[in-house]
């Protein structure tokens, strides 16, 4: 080490001391070999109570880690380490060496770690192997903040990860005190689905996570959902980020359903994750529910629309402690963000809003599927059978689970309208009649048509409806139906409530689904039955107000039943500006 490379760590080492802290970072030494770091590790040896160690902004070499482990032995009381961005220029292959020369120092010492910071280190699946004995010792049964952004672990350190966890978790219960990890970062880790389910298992067996941060990690639909289901076994969950991964339709449904069951969410980050414009109904529901105390909404660059966008925002002006809602880069076009801005300052929220400055603006034409949305539908479809094969989902209690694969997916091979209705309802909405329909008498008013079948449940309303007539007979057999019907759908959780309302709009063609969605042939009864529901006690005024949002936005779709599209407006418009 050259005489004014000493003379600068001497003069920084003079300066180091603030607290129980000693630190080091941003010095941008290059620490070869143990005379380099031989002022340093004289510094830790005579510190006494130290408590937190920071390498961070260094090169650390084997040898020179090596003698700072050996300063490290005595040092029982040292609680977090922060060694971020302490391998620069050094081999792949000297990275993981150098991790277990200093992780077994720790172990050797007793320590009791509380933080250890490892972000920034491009170690991949052999720097994590490098860690794993000291994240399984008692060193870290302790652990409450684990930071592992940008290193690259990749699938195969994902596992290794998840396994060291659950064995840390599983030693320290039976020692009565389990491993409660409360923060966990590990962002642009090339996890993708595979690493983020075995993580989901270790973060549903701790089931204390906090903060959970994984941007950037190329998980889609099959890592979401178990992640979700991970989830919602954190009950203490305060910040979930999961920007720039793929969620689409059902990874958003999943995570929805996982944060009813949430409380204490004050920050969710889903920016750039495709939750597209179902999926935000779907969580402008969750958010109208429940999430009492949340503080930030990012739903950034998600292939959002207008109308959908206007739902969410409805669904957060009654958050009192609401400070931020993200909706840049969606697909509002400039009236959509000038409404949504309205929408927002109108109740006095304009502040909240995020800058629109990169909206992608509106469809062309939203009728048509985009060729880039069916290469993701089919790369989920494969990764589908692949679950399938295996065993499928890890969660058994995930509601939507095993009833949203569509899109040439097989659904259960038994619908529940086929599993639980008399045969004379299954060949009713077999062969849908008005004879038939009559003939059902009593049976019309309860089709036992499930609430968690979206899509069942709104072929069954558009079936029925579809046989409209002024004839007075037909027309309250028709009404007495579809208020069965829509009763049972609507009386639930507002998920529920709001995935079938949202199905039945993208079947009607009001709303853009995901894939191959077969739209039906609109005709007048489906609207003057909706028309006849919205004036009825059982329909919730707020699903009025999102019926009217999308009515509003789809004249065009509208046009072949115009008298019975402008009675239908003006029932959910009445209805919707009623007061609660």
């Not at 062969?431 to 038939?436: A, D, G, L, Q």
């Amino acid at each position: 080490m050259a005489s004014d490379d000493i003379s600068q760590l001497a003069d920084a080492l003079s300066k180091t001391h603030v607290g129980d802290e000693l630190s080091y970072k941003g010095l941008g030494l290059k620490l070869d070999n143990a005379d380099s770091v031989k002022e340093l590790v004289c510094e830790i040896k005579q510190y006494q109570g130290l408590r937190a160690l920071r390498l961070e902004g260094n090169t650390v070499g084997v040898e020179a880690a090596q003698a700072i482990a050996k300063a490290l032995e005595t040092k029982d009381l040292l609680q977090r380490c922060y060694w971020s961005d302490m391998f620069t220029g050094r081999l792949r292959s000297e990275i993981p060496t150098a991790l277990r020369f200093l992780g077994g120092a720790l172990m050797s010492a007793g320590t009791r770690l509380t933080e250890l910071d490892l972000s920034d280190n491009a170690f991949g699946p052999d720097g994590v192997k490098g860690i794993e004995q000291l994240l399984k010792s008692p060193s870290c049964h302790t652990l409450r903040e684990l930071r592992l952004n940008n290193c690259g672990m990749g699938i195969g350190g994902g596992k290794i990860l998840a396994e060291a966890l659950m064995e840390s978790h599983r030693q320290s219960s039976a020692l009565g005190t389990p491993l409660r990890l409360r923060i966990f970062v590990a962002g642009r880790n090339r996890l993708e689905n595979e690493g983020a389910r075995a993580l989901a298992k270790a973060f549903q067996l701790m089931g204390s996570l906090e903060e959970v941060h994984m941007p950037q990690n190329g998980i889609n639909y099959p890592g979401v959902v178990a992640l979700a289901s991970a989830m919602r076994h954190n009950p203490e969950l305060q910040v979930l980020n999961f920007n720039d991964n793929t969620f689409t339709k059902k990874g958003t449904l999943a995570m929805a359903q996982a944060l009813r069951h949430l409380r204490n969410v004050q920050v969710i980050n889903f920016g750039d994750c495709l939750v597209r414009s179902e999926g935000a109904i779907a969580l402008a529901a969750v958010l109208r529910e429940g999430l009492p105390i949340l503080k930030e909404l990012n739903l950034s660059f998600g292939e959002i629309t207008e109308a959908a966008a206007l739902v969410v925002a409805q669904a957060v002006m009654d958050k009192s402690h609401m400070e931020k809602v993200d909706m840049n880069g969606n697909c509002l076009g400039e009236e959509g963000c000038e409404a949504l801005r309205e929408a927002m300052e109108n109740k006095d929220k304009g502040d909240m809003l995020a800058s629109l400055s990169d909206d992608e603006g509106e469809p062309d034409d939203e009728d048509e599927e985009d060729g880039d949305d069916d290469d993701v539908e089919e790369e989920e479809e494969e990764e589908e059978e692949e679950e399938d094969a295996t065993g499928g989902s890890d969660d058994e209690n995930d509601e939507y689970g095993g009833v949203e694969k569509e899109n040439g997916m097989a659904r259960q091979q038994d619908s529940p309208v086929k599993a639980q209705s008399p045969p004379e309802v299954v060949s009713f909405l077999s062969c849908p009649s008005t004879e038939k329909l009559l003939q059902l008498g009593d049976m019309r008013t309860n089709l036992h048509v499930d609430s968690s079948e979206p899509h069942e449940a709104a072929d069954a309303f558009l079936k029925v409806a579809s046989l409209y007539s002024e004839d007075p007979e037909i027309k309250t057999a028709v009404l007495e139906t579809t208020d069965g019907v829509l009763k049972k759908l609507l009386s639930g959780s507002a998920l529920h409530s709001y995935s079938f309302l949202s199905v039945l709009l993208v079947r009607m063609g009001l709303l853009k689904g995901e894939g191959k969605v077969k739209k039906a042939l609109l005709v007048s009864g489906h609207l003057l039955c909706l028309e006849h529901a919205v004036q009825q006690e059982y329909f919730p005024q707020h699903h009025a107000s999102l019926l009217h949002i999308f009515l509003s936005k789809k004249d065009e779709a509208l046009k072949s039943c115009s008298d019975a599209s402008e009675r239908l407006s003006s029932a959910v418009e009445k209805r919707s500006l009623e007061r609660h």
